[in-house]
């Protein structure tokens, strides 16, 4: 297992950590690199032969290391995360929320069994392990960190992926309301938002050569880490690393970004404009208003650079 970047002086040993969703790509690399911190992890995938080797890893290097195999939404399954936490390392401190799946269709073409499988893996899946989690660490009375795993189609929308895109958004606003919620219990909660070379990065035409030369052991030109934050889930890996850790303590409510050597910080929601008409307004007033200047305020859709721009 190779050394983490950036966490030799950013420790977590002695904290006990859930990564759901650790089988493979993202979520195998956050497990790995807190396993490389110095914490315990509880390894979670419905798949369970990629759980075990995530797991295997972590223990072939020295590190502790346990298993729950089961798809994230229910409740059961979150309290089966945390019970494994508790029982097989005493207490629980870290949750890492990562597990979902995807069925990217167009809105049109999407059907409800589309819709509800990602919302039930993102958003509940994250939502029954964010409250197991939190009642336990409340309980402890020792604080804690709970991180979401968000998306830029989350912070900008994403063609085809109505589903994914809200499921998304909505992490971010459920941990900045978990971040008010459980303040008292020192209990910080963040929202990380990964940008990484991945099956789903390939299907954009601008990424697909890169990510056949990332396959083939190519490194990741440096245009592309940069400008566009693609790197390998390892570069994100620090970012949950620090969060998890003592020296982040204070940082909660947030949306921080990782891709590539590009750290970024979101802005929250913010009103740009007010107006106001004596009165109230009427459809006439407010289309006035409109082109007469609130429309220099008004935002578009899509992340910066995207073919939208062209």
Not at 93 to 116: I, P, Q, T, Y
Not at 225 to 239: F, I, N
Request: charged share 20%; glycine share 10%.
């Amino acid at each position: 297992m190779s050394a983490a970047r950036g966490t030799d002086s950013v420790r977590l040993d002695g904290k006990v950590a859930i990564v759901t969703g650790a089988g493979r790509g993202l979520g195998r690399a956050y497990a790995i690199a807190m396993a490389e911190a110095g914490a315990a992890v509880v390894v979670n995938d419905l798949d369970g032969e990629t759980a075990e080797s995530t797991a295997e890893e972590i223990r072939t290097a020295g590190g502790r290391a346990a298993t729950v195999v089961a798809a994230v939404g229910t409740s059961k399954t979150a309290q089966e995360l945390v019970d494994t936490a508790v029982n097989e390392f005493g207490r629980l401190d870290v949750l890492v929320a990562n597990a979902g799946a995807l069925r990217d269709r167009v809105l049109w073409k999407m059907s409800d069994e589309d819709f509800d499988l990602v919302i039930s893996s993102h958003l509940r899946g994250a939502f029954t392990c964010g409250r197991a989690a939190a009642v336990t660490m409340r309980e402890q009375k020792e604080g804690g960190r709970i991180i979401l795993i968000g998306s830029p189609a989350g912070q900008f929308g994403s063609f085809g992926q109505t589903n994914y895109s809200a499921a998304k958004a909505g992490l971010v606003a459920m941990s900045r309301t978990w971040s008010l919620e459980l303040a008292r219990a020192e209990i910080a909660v963040n929202t990380v938002i990964p940008t990484a070379l991945s099956p789903m990065t390939a299907t954009i035409p601008a990424y697909a050569k890169v990510y056949e030369d990332y396959l083939r052991g190519e490194p990741i030109p440096v245009e592309y880490r940069r400008d566009h934050a693609l790197g390998t889930p390892e570069d994100v890996a620090p970012l949950v690393v620090w969060l998890a850790s003592d020296a982040a303590a204070d940082v909660t409510g947030q949306a921080l970004g990782l891709g590539g050597d590009r750290l970024t910080v979101y802005s929250h929601p913010d009103v740009l404009h007010t107006q106001n008409h004596d009165g109230g307004w009427s459809p006439a007033l407010i289309d006035e208003a409109w082109h007469s200047g609130l429309d220099a305020h008004a935002q578009r859709s899509g992340p910066r650079g995207s073919e939208q721009d062209s």
